[in-house]
């Protein structure tokens, strides 16, 4: 498979200032020759690595020039795939790529599937597979958080976090192997072994608590504006727009009565969805809008109960407030800039265990710290890491090092109840095989099809 010389259009379809095609493989070189005429100077074959030249692709069949393009050509292993590689930079429309990515493969590439650049980068050992799947979480990162997290997996913090448990588990395996083979001279593992297996337990907890975080940074979290007809929901929604200018995408599907938006608030990546009314109402389409909103109240992760700080809270915000208690609620107190004083007490009396805060969608008073005290709920009760700790941003880790973490408490109960030393062993390989999944030893086929199926053509 790692034989043939692939290739794929590296950038986004459609219109852009450059589009690039990029071949791997041990003939991307002498391909990448036959449809690039240098302008000037030597042939592709004789240029060095990491050197870009100007030239021509031409259609290998016909010689009809495609377009006038750069060529980057970067030698094995110095390269994304450690591969030879080359990158065809042409102009950045969906016709010239595709034209230049036809001239590569006439000449003899094989057009690559999703992924497979990544995945020839972890066969030939540039990356591990917990790295290569950092690449996807920092394509689709929609958080500066989530981004620093997922490019310290693809430096390796989560790896090398990964490693230091099994190392424990591998010195304590070894152990037992050498009581076992030579229990004349070596003797029963004893107290210094225990002490790693309980330090591999320690650090596999410690990974395991921040998923939950993880989980967040990489899946983001839905929030819920509910309140009563204005009060101000939707120009709250609106000022977290103005002040957040990375919004990332509009969710098709908007409908009347709700509206979502994807933002950071407190540095998470979060779907703002803005509710109608929650009044029982008369006509029948509002009737809709008002089991739309409960619907989406009742899929909030967080729900924002907004009242109107002019008015004052009122019945129907208590018994708003009395239908979302079970939800993480904020309760915001709106328009603080139209009022002299603020009725903390009411507010609180509202708000009963959750917290509150008076902002203004109107002059953007509060908003920061409404994203605060967003963070700080969402975060409540997680183990707080150190700057630069990894945490855990797939799922698919989390399993494994649960699996891991599994097998090592058995050893350990096993070890106390003086079980056979083998059969402690056997725990402990199937801890060293789940960490090994993780960072793609012990993995199978499978695993790494599902893996490299998520990413996208040409990546
Ligand atoms: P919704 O029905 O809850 O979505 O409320 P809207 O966002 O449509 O706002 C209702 C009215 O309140 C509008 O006239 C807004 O201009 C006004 N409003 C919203 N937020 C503020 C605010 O922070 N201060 C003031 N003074 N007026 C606001
Ligand atoms: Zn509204």
Not at 390 to 415: I, M, T, Y
Request: aromatic fraction near 4%; charged fraction near 30%.
């Amino acid at each position: 498979m790692l034989e043939d010389t692939i290739a794929a259009i590296a950038t986004p379809l459609g219109e852009g200032g450059i589009g690039i095609i990029r071949l791997s493989g041990p003939e991307a070189i002498q391909i990448a020759a036959r449809v690039f005429r240098p302008k000037r100077g030597p042939s592709l074959e004789e240029t060095c690595t990491h050197r870009v030249r100007l030239g021509l692709a031409l259609d290998p069949k016909t010689g009809e020039v495609v377009d006038e393009v750069l060529a980057l050509v970067m030698r094995a292993p110095r390269s994304y795939t450690a591969e030879d590689v080359v990158e065809l930079h042409c102009h950045g429309g969906p016709l010239a790529c595709a034209r230049v990515l036809e001239a590569v493969l006439k000449a003899g590439a094989r057009l690559a599937e999703p992924g497979e650049f990544t995945r020839r980068a972890y066969l030939n050992g540039r990356l591990d597979l917990a790295q290569a799947e950092a690449v996807l979480n920092i394509i689709r990162a929609r958080s500066r958080a989530g981004l620093a997290a997922a490019v310290n997996q693809l430096e390796g913090g989560l790896s090398k976090k990964v490693k230091e448990i099994k190392d424990e588990i591998t010195g304590v395996l070894a152990s037992i192997e050498a009581s076992l083979d030579f229990p004349e001279e070596v003797g029963d593992p004893g107290r210094e072994e225990k002490e790693r297996l309980n330090k591999a337990r320690e650090a596999l907890k410690r990974l395991l608590s921040t998923w939950e975080e993880g989980k967040i940074l990489s899946q983001g979290i839905k929030i819920t504006l509910v309140g009563r007809p204005n009060v101000g929901k939707s120009s709250l929604l609106n000022a977290f727009l103005k002040e957040e200018r990375a919004i990332v995408s509009d969710i098709p599907g908007t409908t009347r009565d709700t509206i979502k938006e994807i933002l950071q608030l407190g540095g998470f990546p979060c779907e703002l969805v803005d509710t109608a009314g929650w009044r029982q109402a008369a006509d029948g389409l509002e009737e809709l809008g008002i089991a739309r909103s409960r619907a989406a109240a009742a899929a909030a992760d967080l729900v924002l109960l907004v009242v109107d700080l002019t008015v004052g809270v009122t019945q129907e915000d208590t018994e708003i407030a009395e239908s979302l208690r079970d939800k993480p609620l904020i309760v915001v107190g709106n328009k603080v800039d139209a009022v002299l004083e603020v009725d903390a007490g009411s507010l609180e009396r509202l708000a009963g265990s959750c917290p509150w805060v008076a902002v203004s969608a109107k002059t953007g008073e509060g908003l920061e710290e409404l994203g605060r005290k967003i963070r700080d709920l969402i975060l409540s009760g997680r183990a707080l890491r150190g700057p630069g700790e990894p945490l855990l941003l797939r799922e698919r880790h989390k399993v494994a090092l649960e699996r891991a973490l599994e097998h090592v408490e058995d050893a350990l109960r096993g070890w106390s109840e003086g079980i056979p030393w083998d059969l402690v062993s056997v725990d402990l390989q199937g801890a060293w095989e789940a960490l090994g999944e993780i960072t793609g030893e012990t993995a199978r086929e499978e695993i790494l099809d599902r893996i490299f199926s998520e990413f996208c053509l040409g990546k």
